[in-house]
């Protein structure tokens, strides 16, 4: 990974500068009439809920950076984000760290989940050990470093069972992500929305030495979002091997808008950008933005096989296998997939060029919901790709 190195260095140097924000006419129009052929249903933004939000990041000389956000399609009903919940459950957790300011605690202390003087409640599942960290010791840097290269669910729930919904959305509120909420594990069965509220027990420890522990809590954190329209979707549902003829209620599940998340992306690359950024060290910014960054094969803990697109929608996600990212390219992003929606929000360079992608696209041609009958092949991975790769080609073209 020899370009991977110095890219980083130049995220963790550059990315900090004064930043202004300007909005202004739209150049995403033209580039998807440009190759509404080849993904013919951008015809149909409502049939598909596509929305996408694109940033240019121009540096100007004396060191300010400014961003221009341009916005295509609808956001005001609800999707489901899946897997992009790890992105800010990812970031607090290395916040809560700093907020805690234990001594001799840090993203490489062992975090053991289940050790508290009682069993947690079922089905939560206690955790001592990972095998795919170099000590074999699961820890909230590990955890990140899974939940970024692999979009590893279990990571993802041991943070939120730590961590739990009223701090988690309390954090986001406090630094002015709005209008969203993490509610749920994600990725494992037998829980329900009671069971979801329990948190496991959590320890932190220096061999035998405890550092800092909580015991488990019910947490029944709630908003109903008033103001999303469409939170019972679809036809019908699957519940176990019965269809059920009515819409799928999303009342209870997570829900951050792509604005939400595009924030949230932006403090972890851009954190001068804004005026309340997270509470972040800079060896939280340099684990975040490796982790990102990296494809699975250039991982060494945990090690992976996987293709060099396996999370990376944006420009690669339509690409064979065996296709081999250009060293030079680097996308600092964070997909989700599930129930047939497909979303990526992503900070893209190629060394020359640097701007934010972030869009959301609906394949669930039956409106039936948890059948895993969806089109993310037929229509999701071409949106991603050949749009991505307009953007892209647009990126590269456009005078500085």
């Not at 202004?20 to 509404?36: H, K, M, N, T, Y």
């Not at 290395?94 to 079922?122: F, K």
């Not at 929606?341 to 992503?346: E, I, R, S």
Request: negative net charge.
């Amino acid at each position: 990974m020899p370009q991977l190195l110095p890219l980083l260095i130049v995220l963790l140097t550059v990315l900090t500068a004064p930043t202004c924000l300007v909005a202004q006419s739209s150049p995403l129009d033209g580039v998807i009439e440009s190759i509404r052929d080849s993904i013919p249903w951008v015809d149909s933004p409502q049939q598909y809920q596509i929305e996408v939000l694109y940033t240019r990041i121009d540096r100007l000389p004396g060191g300010e950076v400014k961003l221009t956000t341009f916005h295509w399609g609808d956001s005001t009903d609800y999707y489901y984000p899946a897997s992009t919940v790890k992105l800010p459950v990812a970031v607090l957790a290395l916040q809560r760290l700093n907020e805690l300011g234990v001594i001799g605690m840090d993203s490489h202390t062992p975090m053991y989940h289940g050790a508290g003087t009682a069993p947690a409640s079922a089905p939560q599942t206690p955790v001592d050990r990972d095998t795919s960290s170099a000590n074999g010791l699961p820890s909230v840097g590990h955890y990140v470093r899974k939940i970024f290269l692999t979009s590893d669910n279990d990571a993802y729930n041991r943070l939120f069972e730590w961590l739990g919904p009223t701090y988690i959305n309390n954090s986001l509120q406090q630094v002015g992500i709005t209008g969203g909420r993490i509610l749920h594990r994600v990725g494992v069965g037998g829980f329900d929305t009671l069971s979801h509220r329990y948190l496991n027990p959590v320890r932190f420890a220096a061999g035998y030495e405890s550092l800092y522990q909580i015991g488990e809590r019910y947490d029944d954190y709630y908003d109903p979002l008033p103001g999303i329209t469409g939170q019972r979707r679809g036809v019908g549902y699957t519940a176990g091997d019965s269809l059920v003829n009515e819409p799928f209620d999303f009342s209870h599940k997570n829900y951050l808008s792509l604005r939400n998340l595009h924030d949230i992306l932006l403090r972890v690359v851009v954190p001068g950008a804004v005026a309340d950024p997270f509470r972040l060290t800079d060896a939280d910014y340099a684990l975040l933005r490796r982790a990102m960054a990296e494809r699975p094969r250039e991982s060494d803990f945990p090690r992976y096989d996987k293709p060099d697109n396996y999370v990376k929608f944006w420009i690669y996600g339509d690409r064979p296998e065996d296709y081999r990212i250009p060293d030079n390219v680097r996308i600092l992003n964070k997909v989700g997939w599930a129930y047939g929606y497909l979303t990526d929000v992503a900070y893209i360079t190629d060394g020359e060029v640097e701007f934010i992608l972030a869009g959301r696209i609906h394949t669930n041609a039956n409106g039936i919901y948890n059948d895993g009958v969806y089109e993310y092949e037929e229509i999701g991975m071409p949106f991603f790709g050949r749009l991505g790769r307009a953007m892209l080609a647009l990126e590269r073209r456009r005078p500085r």
